[in-house]
């Protein structure tokens, strides 16, 4: 049993979570929900996929979650990821991705009006705006989605959905948040839309992040502070993802369930390939910040000193130890997460830097030194602990240094419960 938590100063501000349900699993979402193991307030639907998750979305709204509605028109305007059945709109054309030209002229009130009934039909509470990924500000693509919102916050007060929140969604590269310029052309074109809060999915960044990257992510994402609008990592988990909330880069999290946790623009791009599908099973292991194949996870496990200093310890988690991380990791895995995030959140944020280095990421660190000396007989096992314990030890590094340098007074992104209703609002471009 956890200790009541008392506070002397003023509750901190929770950091927000919306878990991305995805296309697939939702079976066992279903199952765990149903054995109270998704404690989840929060969570994102595919259009396409509202009808095979109704019972779930159902049991989850009627459990007290807010459910968002993510139009996947990003995915379905790329070659590689593409897929006729994922076409719900039923102006499109089924044959090809969407393309510039199906967005101009009247096409984008259309289309946002399409999104508009979905979303008060399926009864969500929140709309993820249509945007595409965009090189740069530069890109065809970045008009059109600024042109989208507005037109999608229009269609929502004139359907019935006034009381629909809308969110942007702004998909780019690592490369692209880097450079300065685009940061300001990109905060010049969102500053006065009718949106709530800000996504930001980066490609080539996310669970599996080097110390460098974040140190960077975090120093650029600060830029967006000034929109003084929530802002949400989207497609971040692991170490990189807390340290992103410890720093108050952005004040909210999204990602799935052991999946979404890293994004990367590249399998877009070309055309898509044959087969595919889901993950085969993996196991996450909080203390190494990572995951292994299930085979792999158990030879780790049988490693002589392994269990002691890998095994969950959290008994309300995995009760009989490492039987059931085996049997259940969906379920591990969110416990895992959830914990992790419930602590930063209980931690006031003036001390959310000084509580991740030295508890979550020294922790790990520490660990990962120790597992680096384990022998699993399983050729590359040895070299991949390795790597992480170097990486984990890079990141406390790095991390520690960038505390020093922001100083304690640095800003920090507001919470979802701080935020404006600019999603309500239709003023902007129309």
């Not at 004139?158 to 809308?166: A, D, L, P, V």
């Not at 120790?370 to 170097?390: E, F, N, R, V």
Request: glycine fraction near 8%.
């Amino acid at each position: 049993m956890s200790a009541k938590v008392h506070y002397l100063t003023p509750q901190p501000e929770p950091i927000g979570h919306f878990l991305r349900i995805g296309s697939t699993g939702h079976h066992q979402l279903e199952t765990l929900h149903s054995r109270g193991r998704l404690p989840v307030n929060r969570v994102v639907a595919e259009a396409a996929s509202l009808k095979a998750q109704s019972e779930l979305l159902r049991s989850l709204r009627n459990g007290g979650a807010e459910i968002t509605l993510d139009t996947r028109i990003a995915e379905l305007s790329e070659p590689g990821s593409y897929v006729p059945s994922a076409q719900w709109l039923a102006s499109a054309d089924k044959t090809r991705p969407m393309i510039p030209r199906d967005f101009s002229g009247d096409n984008s009130r259309r289309i946002a009006a399409q999104v508009a009934a979905c979303a008060v039909t399926n009864g969500v509470q929140r709309v993820l705006v249509p945007s595409h990924f965009v090189v740069d500000a530069g890109s065809r693509w970045w008009q059109i989605d600024l042109q989208l919102c507005a037109d999608l916050r229009q269609a929502l007060d004139e359907t019935g959905g006034g009381n629909i929140r809308t969110d942007y969604c702004l998909i780019t590269s690592y490369g692209t948040l880097r450079e300065p310029e685009q940061r300001r052309a990109f905060l010049a074109g969102l500053r006065d839309l009718p949106f709530e809060n800000l996504w930001l999915r980066i490609s080539d960044f996310g669970a599996d992040a080097t110390s460098a990257a974040v140190r960077r992510y975090i120093s650029a994402v600060t830029d967006f502070h000034g929109l003084e609008r929530p802002l949400v990592a989207d497609y971040t988990g692991g170490l990189a993802g807390l340290a992103v909330m410890a720093f108050g880069a952005t004040g909210v999290i999204a990602h799935g369930v052991s999946e979404k946790e890293r994004f990367d623009v590249r399998p877009w791009r070309g055309p898509r390939k044959p087969g595919g599908g889901g993950q085969t099973g993996r196991v996450y292991f909080p203390a190494l910040d990572r995951y292994f194949k299930i085979d792999e996870a158990r030879a780790l496990m049988d490693a002589r000193g392994a269990r002691p200093l890998l095994a969950c310890e959290d008994r309300d988690c995995c009760p009989r130890g490492t039987e059931d991380t085996f049997n259940d990791p969906k379920a591990h895995f969110i416990t895992q997460r959830l914990t992790q995030l419930d602590d930063l959140s209980d931690t006031p944020e003036h001390r959310r830097v000084s509580r991740f280095l030295d508890f979550h990421l020294a922790s790990a660190d520490r660990r990962a030194r120790q597992a680096a000396k384990l022998d699993t007989g399983i050729p590359g096992m040895k070299l991949a602990l390795q790597k992480t314990s170097i990486r984990l030890d890079r990141m406390r590094d790095v991390l520690g240094n960038l505390d020093q340098t922001m100083g304690r007074e640095h800003s920090r992104s507001l919470s979802l419960r701080q935020h404006p209703n600019r999603g309500r609002k239709t003023e902007g471009r129309g």
